[in-house]
């Protein structure tokens, strides 16, 4: 336990960023599972619908500092490319 007054401090601003960044990477990882249950039920309308509203999510969740910028590009990169897979090529 904190023994000085800075030390209480620093306990309380963690644990209120602990407690932001899981809410943060909480609502991140739920719309990539959407994107994935709609890639695994073979709806490329729903998979598309679904990737848009992500990737703003998993954007933001970088520029709030919960994830790095690049783990944020990586996974937006991945998702695109296993959505578009999944169109035939015209």
Known sequence: MANHKSAEKRDRQA???RLRNRMNKSAM????????EALVAGS????????????????????????HKNTASRKVSRLTKRVN??????
């Open 15 to 17: 644990k209120i960023r």
């Open 29 to 36: 990882k739920t719309v990539i599972r959407q994107v994935e």
């Open 44 to 67: 490329e309308d729903q998979a598309k619908v679904a990737l848009q509203a992500a990737i703003p999510m998993i954007y933001k969740t970088a520029t709030k500092g919960t994830i």
């Open 85 to 90: 897979k999944m169109q035939p090529l015209s």
